[in-house]
T-cell receptor, first 116, second 114 residues
Framework: NAGVTQTPKFQVLKTGQSMTLQCAQDMNHEYMSWYRQDPGMGLRLIHYSVGAGITDQGEVPNGYNVSRSTTEDFPLRLLSAAPSQTSVYFC???????????????FGNGTRLTVT | RKEVEQDPGPFNVPEGATVAFNCTYSNSASQSFFWYRQDCRKEPKLLMSVYSSGNEDGRFTAQLNRASQYISLLIRDSKLSDSATYLCVVTLLPFSGGYQKVTFGTGTKLQVIP
């Protein structure tokens, strides 16, 4: 049981380049989400999904796209990278969204992205 | 005012000490509360949920004070391995419907010193 798997672990992009951060979970969780973590800002929600075919915006969605074609996968796409997107990105999943006692968020081990 | 506020620390405490962190939240309708632990350059992991009556898990005790809108985490007999950042998490179900809103605090850093 691998849990939540994120790839890549590290990435350096030039301004304007595009890339996809991959996230997969094998726990049959309905809820999946992407966060970014910046110093002094805490974890901020980018996008989330409550099931295959359903996605919605979080707190900081601009510059990012997501899709959820299967229960297992929830990729995050940066269409045109900007230095402001330099951050650590975490994918997280849960049975019900992480807000119900007994159903915590399970995080992947993160992607450290630098945009120059 | 931030939705969830924590003292960033760092809290430097000797091994064996008792240390307490507080976390305040701004929305009185918040429903569920958690403490997560995050080691340096690692992902956050659930430490414990916070129940209305308070709850204990070994050396860790979590309490909720709805009247004053804060939660606390008490760590007794601190170990070197407790050194980490502790994230407070508050959730809210919007009145308009939809999914729970999960808000993370920025974390309190604990360093346990030999």
């Amino acid at each position: 049981n691998a849990g939540v798997t994120q790839t890549p672990k590290f990435q350096v992009l030039k301004t304007g380049q595009s890339m996809t951060l991959q996230c997969a979970q094998d726990m049959n969780h309905e809820y999946m989400s992407w966060y970014r973590q910046d110093p002094g800002m805490g974890l901020r929600l980018i996008h989330y999904s409550v099931g295959a075919g359903i996605t919605d915006q979080g707190e900081v969605p601009n510059g990012y796209n997501v899709s959820r074609s299967t229960t297992e996968d929830f990729p995050l796409r940066l269409l045109s990278a900007a230095p402001s997107q330099t951050s650590v990105y975490f994918c997280a999943s849960s049975y019900t969204g992480g807000g119900i006692l007994g159903s915590p968020l399970h995080f992947g081990n993160g992607t450290r992205l630098t945009v120059t | 005012r931030k939705e969830v506020e924590q003292d960033p620390g760092p809290f430097n405490v000797p091994e064996g000490a008792t240390v307490a962190f507080n976390c305040t939240y701004s929305n009185s309708a918040s429903q569920s509360f958690f403490w997560y632990r995050q080691d340096c350059r690692k992902e956050p992991k659930l430490l414990m949920s916070v129940y209305s009556s308070g709850n204990e898990d070994g050396r860790f005790t979590a309490q909720l004070n709805r009247a004053s809108q804060y939660i606390s985490l008490l760590i007794r007999d601190s170990k070197l391995s407790d050194s980490a950042t502790y994230l407070c998490v508050v959730t809210l179900l919007p009145f308009s419907g939809g999914y729970q809103k999960v808000t993370f605090g920025t974390g309190t850093k604990l360093q346990v010193i030999p």
